[in-house]
């Protein structure tokens, strides 16, 4: 099964809110984590990512936090704007390390 | 510096064709990975390849489809005589030589429609 899963399938915030997508994760020894954003019709695109020495990283209006006791981390957008209406997915690497897992994804709508 | 690209975009085929995707990676990229997401679905490891080599197919069904990295030209990745079932979007994303396979950056996906 997935190893990485997210928390609800559509999230709908109104502009100016912040969003908070979360993701859960099964494997207690996982040490890194990426955040990526699918717009309609387009790739996944690499948002930040984070290793498990840290508990928080922030990036551009992004942060993401990571709690390894409840293996859980979170996509908290600041500001959300309309730009930012798209899937987002958590993904972790397989032991491996290239295999990258992905949850099934938040479908994140902003309001205007 | 261009990104991934992928080409076709968008390709329809009948039951029983064959059809035929590319992907040319990042300049400088020699590391290439092809993924299948289906609709309200995140993507799934289909196989990783380096130049003329074939790392890890184990994403890959084992009837019909195949992938290879020649030495010049793009990836390809072929599926045989398609059934409706292979009706999803195919992302390809590469990675430098050096550093972590995490670092895949991809493309804009090919979506495949079997009539």
Known sequence: GESVGLHLPTLSVQEGDNSIINCAY???ASDYFIWYKQESGKGPQ???????????RQGQRVTVLLNKTVKHLSLQIAA??????????????ASNDYKLSFGAGTTVTVRA | NAGVMQNPRHLVRRRGQEARLRCSPMKGHSHVY???????EGLKFMVYLQKENIIDESGMPKERFSAEFPK???SILRIQQVVRGDSAAYFCASSPPSGSGNEQFFGPGTRLTVL
């Open chain 1, 80 to 93: 959300t704007q309309p730009g930012d209406s798209a899937v987002y997915f958590c993904a972790e690497p």
């Open chain 1, 46 to 56: 690499f948002i930040i990512d984070i290793r498990s020495n840290m508990d928080k």
């Open chain 1, 26 to 28: 099964s494997n207690s």
């Open chain 2, 72 to 74: 010049e030209g793009p």
């Open chain 2, 34 to 40: 092809w993924y299948r997401q289906l609709p309200e």
